[in-house]
């Protein structure tokens, strides 16, 4: 079974910056894709940035809210994705989860909070 744990959320101030990180049970390599999610209060769950992998091809997808301020990496060494905030606003607000995908499977985090204070 799949596990991803993510790490990383918490309260921040306005402009201010976290990397979150996610860190898989088993090689990275190993999967399709891999992106982070977030739910707001009151709204879906929207993807915020997805790193995605086809043979030496590598892309990333980025919401255009957090284009130029939210940086998607990988550490295959340590089976883990980072995803780094800076410049952040309360709209940032919400829970975190990290997404594995592979096949037709998708894998979920058990979500971690990061609040933006204003």
């Known amino acids: 079974q799949v596990q991803l744990v993510e790490s990383g959320g918490g309260l921040v101030q306005t402009g201010g910056s976290l990397r979150l990180s996610c860190a898989a049970s088993e090689s990275i390599f190993s999967f399709n894709a891999m992106g982070w999610y977030r739910q707001s209060p009151g709204k879906q769950r929207e993807l915020v940035a997805r790193i995605s992998s086809g043979g030496s091809l590598v892309a990333l997808n980025y919401a255009d809210s957090v284009k130029g301020r939210f940086t998607i990496s990988r550490d295959s060494a340590q089976n883990t994705v980072f995803l780094q905030m800076t410049s952040l606003k309360p709209e940032d607000t919400g829970v975190y989860y990290c997404?594995?995908?592979?096949?037709?499977?998708?894998?979920w985090g058990q979500g971690t909070q990061v609040t933006v204070s204003s």
């Open positions: 997404q594995a995908h592979r096949s037709l499977q998708d894998y």
